[in-house]
């Protein structure tokens, strides 16, 4: 620890022979680290677990007391995100009592907003590719809280971020449930609130390669806040009959904030939301588009939907065009900025051209599976029950026949071959933790290239599968015939009724939703040579966004605990801890095979 603080305290200490001490004697920093991470959570978090059993207790019987439900659950909420942001901002002192200076791209970041914070707009560093949103959040920001444009102060952005990144992704959990729910012609009991949306925002702001970046000032958490306010806008405007103009002026503000951010979120803004708000207007036209719900959907259901959504658009512009047009405008406004900048990139061009990038969806699902396995486990138990089938089938996974797998393999197989894409940086900067998946996979042997198709593969079905909402309880009835002599057993299968009410959070996807999503991600990545995981962010979080919850829970009531959730935070936790610790007490010097010490002595860290 001397050490350490001798670096961060700026001593006049060798680089080399700090970072040998630190390799001395960072086996006891472990213990020190664990036991102030579980000193950051803070009194809330202890009586936490206490609350959740009185709360339980006090509950029952509902009826008495009707209002403790949303008094606890709403409790939980408070308890929740102080949670989140006390362990964000230990990781903040952590980071900036180690690591004060700017590190990695902040050496970009935060002299261009030192820039705008002195009024020089017209400084502008080559090396920075994105839009200057996050200088000009800052310059804005700063005021309100009589912050300062030093690094510690610029990084205390993000920190604030995340904990809005929960509160409107619960917002948005609750609202798109009860959209979907709506279009199955079912109404949402108010009553039936419940922790599940309160939980699910707590796991994406906890989600490690989103979290990681509280610490530092880099542009991801405000534009992932960006692009959730602009669906969280988007779901208000889903509504029978023409949307408000206030929503319109809101939706091209916000969109328009979102590309101020990064550029990449045109397929999200546009793309993705308002190919949703079409499919919203084209739905209310008779005949309907062909949109069944994800557990009634199969292949020729989405090639069907895409048929009837072309159809109905060229038959009704004028019903579309009424509901997209500040879509369209976002986009006119993007495609001026192209036009002028010529290119999509700002700065340094040369390192990011785009591309036909294929290979970038393979490793979509893989990571999806890795961070998100919790929530895949009842997927998987019901992909082993589940027989293979020949055909391409309706039903909760379609992925599962021989012929849709036989094509997609030989699919894959052809782009390993022919659009695997190496970017220099990833084999240039050993940082970063994908240097190191690429090393020992891809990059081993030509047979673990081709071999990765079974992973690939099968977290493919899984994270399909996981969007479908809990099988429909079935009540099985026994007839018997009047012979007495030949007695037969029918066995009749009868669908339970629906009930009129449902909780939001059951609810799944539908077609639509599900391939625009698809659509969206594939675009989103397809166009970037380079892989990092911080690509993959906006991507998860939809997809999060419409996982619907479990009906095997804890509990009841208000206290319903979707099990996957509780092993979700707690993977994510452990993420986090191990990464935090990795780039704080696991520094390292660049050194040749001669000894020589690159990059000025500067100590390097892992990081996403």
């Known amino acids: 620890m001397e050490a350490l603080k001798a670096i961060v305290s700026n001593a006049p200490i060798d680089a080399v022979a700090a970072y040998h001490l630190i390799r001395q004697t960072v086996a006891k920093e472990p213990v020190e680290f664990i036991s102030r991470t579980v000193a950051c959570f803070g009194m809330a978090h202890l009586i936490q677990p206490t609350t959740s ?95 300062k444009c030093t690094p510690k102060d610029l990084r205390y952005h993000n920190l604030v971020v995340i904990l809005w990144i929960a509160v409107i992704a619960a917002r948005c959990r609750i609202m798109a449930g009860t959209r979907l729910a709506e279009r199955l012609g079912r109404t949402v009991d108010p009553a039936r609130l419940t922790l599940y949306p309160i939980h699910t925002a707590v796991n994406i702001a906890l989600f490690p390669v989103l979290f990681f970046f509280t610490g530092l000032y880099y542009t991801d958490v405000v534009s992932t806040f960006a692009v959730l306010l602009a669906y969280y806008i988007h779901l208000h405007r889903m509504h029978p009959g023409v949307p408000s103009h206030l929503s319109s002026i809101a939706t091209i503000t916000v969109g328009v904030f979102a590309l101020f951010m990064r550029q990449t979120n045109i397929f999200w803004v546009v793309g993705y939301i308002g190919g949703l708000e079409a499919v919203h207007a084209l739905g209310q036209i008779k005949p309907e588009v062909h949109d069944p719900p994800l557990e009634k959907s199969g292949p020729e259901d989405w090639f069907l939907f895409l048929f009837t959504t072309a159809k109905a658009a060229l038959t009704n512009p004028l019903t579309v065009l009424g509901q997209i047009w500040p879509h369209l405008t976002v986009l006119i406004l993007f495609v001026s900025f192209v036009a002028y900048n010529g290119g999509v990139v700002l700065g340094d061009k040369s390192n990011h051209i785009a591309t036909i990038h294929l290979s970038q969806l393979h490793y979509l699902f893989p990571m999806f599976a890795f961070f998100s396995f919790p929530l895949l486990l009842p997927s998987l138990y019901r992909m082993l029950r589940q027989p293979v089938s020949f055909t391409l089938p309706r039903g909760s996974n379609p992925h599962i026949t021989v012929l849709y797998t036989t094509l997609t393999t030989l699919a894959s197989l052809a782009v390993i071959k022919f659009n695997t894409i190496i970017h220099p940086f990833t084999l240039a900067d050993n940082r970063h933790y994908m240097f190191y998946v690429f090393r020992y996979t891809i990059l081993k042997s030509p047979i673990i290239r081709f071999a990765l198709v079974v992973p690939y593969t099968i977290c493919r079905w899984l994270v399909w599968n996981t969007l479908v909402p809990p099988t429909t309880p079935l009540t099985v009835a026994a007839v018997q015939p009047r012979k007495e002599k030949d007695v037969r057993v029918v066995v009749v299968v009868v669908e339970e009724p629906q009930p009129p009410t449902i909780a939001p959070e059951f609810v799944g996807p539908f077609t639509s939703t599900t391939l625009l999503l698809f659509i969206s991600t594939a675009l989103s990545l397809v166009t970037a040579p380079l892989v990092e995981p911080r690509y993959f962010i906006l991507p998860w979080v939809f997809w999060r966004l419409l996982v619907p919850a479990n009906r095997q829970t804890w509990f009841g009531g208000a206290w319903t605990l979707d099990q996957r959730l509780l092993l979700e935070t707690i993977w994510y936790v452990l993420i986090n801890l191990v990464t935090m610790y990795i780039f704080l007490y696991r520094p390292y010097v660049w050194v040749t095979d001669d000894g020589k010490v690159l990059d000025g002595e500067k100590l390097e860290r892992f990081m996403w």
């Open 53 to 147: 059993i009185v709360a339980y207790f006090l509950y029952q019987p509902p009826a008495p007391f009707p209002f403790l439900r949303a008094f606890w659950v709403h409790l939980s909420a408070w308890l929740a995100l102080t949670f989140v942001i006390n362990f964000g901002w230990y990781w903040s002192i952590l980071v900036n009592n180690f690591v004060p200076e700017p590190y990695l791209d902040e050496v970009f970041h935060i002299p261009q907003a030192q820039a705008y914070c002195e009024g020089n707009y017209g400084h502008w560093d080559d090396k920075i590719t994105t839009p200057p949103g996050l200088y000009l959040f800052s310059i804005f920001y700063n005021p309100l809280k009589e912050l």
